[in-house]
């Protein structure tokens, strides 16, 4: 709604003038000559000077027939739309719904209003989808992995978009990921191997899987496994500076163990 000129605002109050008769109607924009636009309705008209208009963000005023260009008539449903959109720019949510949801009600079918209620329902779940991932992360951050682990089940529920489907995925698997390093610190193998085959099946980009298993392998002495896992954590994540060092650490490693071993052959 445009911002009405301070002269034009007095000529709103109550001022009698002489031009032909607005019929009242259920949803009105009202155009004035010296510019400006009202959204809402026309509630009475006394036929003579004045018009009483209901605003759409609330409120009533009289309007000047003196001050009136023009008179776009609506649908009734429009002033709840109109309304509903008021409130939503405002951040009143529920009371912007409760205005579509009148407008739903006299047009169950009308394209313009479902667009308004998927767009406000849409509006919804991503701020609840965001509650769920801030929570996750505060979850996983105590190490209280399962729980964030069925947070992200929960978001992906609900995921609305296909950019918040992958970003729950990756924080998921990562999650998962983080699991199985706490077990491994804790000499549980197979409950490390089971979460980082959990975690790619999530999301086979994650670093972080890698860099475990590569430790899992190197421990068990496969070192040419470790060095591949640790060289893919790099470079699936470049901060993971772990995977780095311990990629240099296991590659000297292989080549310490095959001058050894060449030296013990060569003295065959």
Not at 166 to 189: I, P
Not at 220 to 226: Q, R
Request: glycine share 8%; charged share 25%; aromatic share 8%.
């Amino acid at each position: 709604m445009k911002t009405l000129q301070s002269g034009l605002l007095q000529g709103l109050l109550c001022v009698l003038g002489m031009v032909s008769c607005v019929a009242p109607t259920d949803a009105d924009l009202l155009y004035f000559h010296q510019g400006g636009v009202l959204q809402g309705r026309i509630t009475n008209d006394d036929g003579v000077g004045s018009v009483a208009f209901s605003l759409v963000g609330g409120g009533e005023i009289v309007v000047s027939r003196e001050a009136i260009k023009e008179v776009l008539t609506e649908e009734p449903y429009a002033f709840h739309v109109r309304s509903g959109d008021y409130w939503l720019q405002r951040g009143k949510k529920d009371r912007a719904i409760q205005e579509y949801q009148k407008a739903a009600a006299m047009v169950p079918d009308n394209p313009v209003v479902l667009g308004r209620m998927e767009r406000i329902e849409l509006s919804q779940t991503i701020s609840r989808c965001n509650e769920i991932l801030e929570h996750a992360r505060k979850l996983a951050e105590e190490k209280k992995y399962w729980q964030a682990i069925e947070q992200y089940d929960s978001l992906l529920t609900i995921s609305p978009t296909p950019e918040m489907t992958e970003t729950g995925k990756r924080l998921q698997a990562e999650t998962y990921a983080r699991l199985g390093y706490l077990y491994y610190n804790h000499v549980y193998d197979k409950g490390a191997m089971d979460a980082l085959v959990k975690a790619e099946e999530i999301d086979s980009n994650c670093g972080l899987i890698y860099y475990v298993w590569g430790r899992i392998r190197r421990d068990e002495g496969n070192l040419e496994e470790a060095a591949s896992h640790f060289q893919k954590a790099w470079s699936l994540d470049p901060k993971l500076s772990a995977a780095q060092d311990y990629l240099m650490d296991t590659q000297k490693e292989i080549s310490r163990q095959k001058e050894e071993q060449a030296r013990w052959l060569a003295s065959e």
